[in-house]
C-alpha cells in the first residue's frame, strides 16, 4: 500500500527550513528518502530502519516513528540545490519480509533565491 | 561506469508492438527492481529479483510484462501488445541488500 506524503508541494525562500511528512497505514520496517530533480533519476537521501539506525547524508536529517508508522524529513537551512521532488519508500513487515519499496506520490520542494 | 545502465533510453513503438528493454546493476549488487514512473507520480513497483529469482510480481504487472534475470546479472523487461497505457518512463534500480537503491537513468516508452 503507497505511503502518503504531505505537504504535496512547498515553496521556500533559501536559508529556510521545511519538514516533509510521509505515513503509512501498515507496520513498517524501514523507511527510504530520494530526491528527483526534473529529467533524472531518483537519488537517495537517507535510509530509516526499525530500532532506530538511520543512514543518510549530511545536512538532511529525518525521524522514524514505528508506532505511528510515520517518517519526517527535515531540511534545514535549505538551499537552491535542495529544489526537486522528494520520495518516501516503504518497506513493510516486522523484519522486512516484504522486499519491494513502495513510494509514495511525491513532494514538490522549491527553493528561491 | 559503476553505476546503473539502462537500454535503450527512449524508445517510440506502435500500439500492438512489443519492446524490451535491458538493465545493466551495479556488479556487486545481488537485488534489481523495475518501477514505472508517468509524470508527477512516485516510482511505482513493477517486479524485483534477488540474483536469478523473481521474489515479487506487482498486480500492475500483467500477462503482457515479463521479465527476467538470467545468471543473476543483466535484466530485461519486456513488454507484448504494447498499449498507449503503456507509455512511461521505465526504471531499474540495484541495491546490496536491504540498503539503499541506485537507480539507473530509466528507459522513456513512448507507444502511439
Known amino acids: 500500500q503507497q505511503p502518503v506524503q504531505s505537504p504535496q508541494a512547498v515553496i521556500l525562500r533559501e536559508g529556510e527550513d521545511a519538514v516533509i511528512n510521509c505515513s503509512s497505514s501498515?507496520?513498517?520496517?524501514?523507511v527510504h528518502w530520494y530526491r528527483q530533480k526534473h529529467g533524472e533519476a531518483p537519488v537517495f537521501l537517507m535510509i530509516l530502519l526499525k530500532g532506530g539506525e538511520q543512514k543518510g547524508h549530511e545536512k538532511i536529517s529525518a525521524s522514524f516513528n514505528e508506532k505511528k508508522q510515520q517518517s519526517s524529513l527535515y531540511l534545514t537551512a535549505s538551499q537552491l540545490s535542495y529544489s526537486g521532488t522528494y520520495f518516501c519508500g516503504t518497506v513493510g513487515g516486522t523484519s522486512g519480509s516484504a522486499r519491494q519499496l513502495t513510494f509514495g506520490s511525491g513532494t514538490q520542494l522549491t527553493v528561491l533565491p | 561506469d559503476t553505476g546503473v545502465s539502462q537500454d535503450p533510453r527512449h524508445k517510440i513503438t506502435k500500439r500492438g508492438q512489443n519492446v524490451t528493454f535491458r538493465c545493466d546493476p551495479i556488479?556487486?549488487?545481488?537485488?534489481l527492481y523495475w518501477y514505472r514512473q508517468t509524470l508527477g507520480q512516485g516510482p511505482e513497483f513493477l517486479t524485483y529479483f534477488q540474483n536469478e529469482a523473481q521474489l515479487e510480481k506487482s498486480r500492475l504487472l500483467s500477462d503482457r510484462f515479463s521479465a527476467e534475470r538470467p545468471k543473476g546479472s543483466f535484466s530485461t523487461l519486456e513488454i507484448q501488445r504494447t498499449e498507449q497505457g503503456d507509455s512511461a518512463m521505465y526504471l531499474c534500480a540495484s541495491s546490496l541488500g536491504l540498503g539503499e537503491l541506485f537507480f539507473g537513468e530509466g528507459s522513456r516508452l513512448t507507444v502511439l
Open positions: 556488479s556487486e549488487h545481488n537485488r
Open positions: 501498515k507496520a513498517l520496517y524501514s
